[in-house]
């Protein structure tokens, strides 16, 4: 925007508001898509990763009993969503969702991007590589958002533009692709700016624009998969699903972290007093790695170790409304000792340091049923997987740190209150509507 590359979103700065906030762990698209539909942090609402296993073989199937979304089964996304979080499409009519990952209460036509024509051009450009074909795709979906909410006027909008991020993985965050893509983005908010001014509707229009994640330089790949492999256990890993009695499932989302499952005949989550004995070591060697960062542990679904080969370790306590962070041999998150601190202040003593809003992400996502008895972070300039992507990954997300924590929010109005995380989003959005969003854990700031 300094630069002049976007004057639309220059001009919504001069008279909204612009907001750094931070985004839902794992920082990854899907998962972090579930606080601007839901108002709800991924783990609470059952999405705890682009891929998870299935210990409890309550919504996969043999032989994998694994999840991932990137994909055929993103079509499993609505049913695996936890039934009682309504999503916006619910609450709002009507909408109009275009890429949106989560699509449950979204009519079959108001789904922009769904056809089978599409969805097949879309898998052709995935498993190609083919970036000049992301930006393609975006400008083919941002053309059909400006002609049906010009045409329709729904209530509600939910518009996903993905190459951005494809192009940060393929040619850097800063590179001139990426700036072709953030373009496309400011033209469509020109457009329906336009077309709102001329039928008189842009005084009532809030526009609002969002990143599920951020993004930071992958010097190299670490292949968590095959070094689990090399110390001896049978794995399970995305792609190649179908191992022989397999005996960890290594689940990488971002591909900045990771769940690790252990022990996988078990159809209830064992915690990590139970799993120490025999697999502390593993954790050790993996987290000495270059490649690692941080390591949680759930004791339970309110406690936690967090562990750092450098930073030493520390535990994280909560009853769901306190966060307690105690450094026992170090201090890994080097934000000090905090004691039953409320949501707002774990916000602001953890916002400058290295792992933003990291109390309030790591708990909910322990408390997820459906998470790995291991949670790891990535270290700077590392992802955790080496093979199998369509697009080397130059640059990645998926973890705590600051790059891929901190989002922008721009918003056309000037706001009340003061936004924080994506889950303020979706409460915000239900104010504008007067609808009652249900069960949230982000507070409104409009």
């Not at 990763?49 to 032989?63: M, Q």
């Not at 789904?111 to 052709?124: D, K, Q, S």
């Not at 109390?359 to 700077?380: F, N, P």
């Not at 998926?398 to 989003?425: F, K, S």
């Amino acid at each position: 925007m300094r630069a002049g590359a976007l004057p639309a979103l220059a001009r919504l700065t001069e008279e909204g508001t612009l907001h750094t906030i931070t985004t839902a762990f794992p920082s990854v698209t899907g998962p972090a898509y579930t606080p601007f539909l839901t108002g709800r942090h991924p783990g609470s609402v059952g999405l705890p990763g682009l891929r998870w296993f299935d210990r409890a073989r309550d919504a996969t199937g043999w032989p994998a009993n694994a999840r991932s979304y990137v994909g055929a089964e993103m079509r499993h996304v609505d049913r695996d969503l936890a039934p009682e979080s309504r999503t916006m499409f619910e609450l709002a009519d009507p909408s109009l969702g275009a890429l949106s990952v989560i699509g449950r209460g979204l009519a079959p036509r108001a789904r922009i991007g769904r056809g089978a024509g599409f969805v097949l051009r879309t898998a052709l450009t995935h498993f190609r590589g083919d970036v000049r074909g992301w930006l393609a795709l975006d400008r083919v979906i941002a053309d059909q958002i400006a002609r049906r909410v010009r045409s329709e006027r729904p209530a509600y909008v939910f518009a996903a533009l993905t190459g951005i991020d494809k192009t940060s993985h393929a040619a850097g965050h800063d590179s001139a692709l990426t700036r072709e893509a953030m373009q496309i983005v400011d033209d469509l908010v020109a457009r329906l700016r336009a077309d709102a001014e001329r039928d008189g509707r842009w005084e009532a229009m809030q526009l609002w624009v969002v990143s599920d994640h951020g993004h930071s330089p992958v010097r190299e790949h670490d292949d968590l998969a095959a070094l689990v492999a090399s110390m001896g256990f049978r794995v399970l890993a995305h792609p190649r699903v179908l191992a022989r009695a397999p005996q960890v499932a290594v689940m990488v989302s971002g591909n900045a972290m990771a769940h690790l499952y252990f022990e996988l005949e078990r159809r209830e989550r064992p915690f990590w007093d139970a799993l120490a004995p025999t697999y502390d070591a593993v954790i050790e060697e993996i987290i000495a790695r270059p490649s690692g960062d941080l390591a949680i542990l759930p004791r339970s679904a309110t406690v936690c170790e967090i562990r750092s080969h450098r930073g030493g370790v520390a535990r994280l306590c909560t009853d769901g409304r306190r966060y307690s962070y105690r450094p026992l041999t170090g201090d890994p998150l080097g934000i000090g000792e905090q004691e039953a601190v409320d949501e707002r202040t774990a916000y602001e003593v953890t916002f400058d340091s290295d792992y933003p809003d990291a109390l309030v992400q790591i708990a909910r996502i322990i408390a997820c049923e459906r998470s790995g008895d291991v949670i790891l972070s990535a270290a700077r300039e590392w992802d955790l997987r080496a093979r199998y992507e369509p697009i080397p990954h130059r640059s990645t997300h998926g973890a705590l740190h600051r790059e891929h924590m901190l989002v922008p929010l721009l918003t056309n109005r000037r706001v009340r209150g003061t936004p924080r995380r994506t889950v303020d989003v979706m409460p915000s959005a239900a104010r504008v509507l007067g609808v009652d969003p249900g069960t949230v854990e982000g507070v409104s700031f409009a």
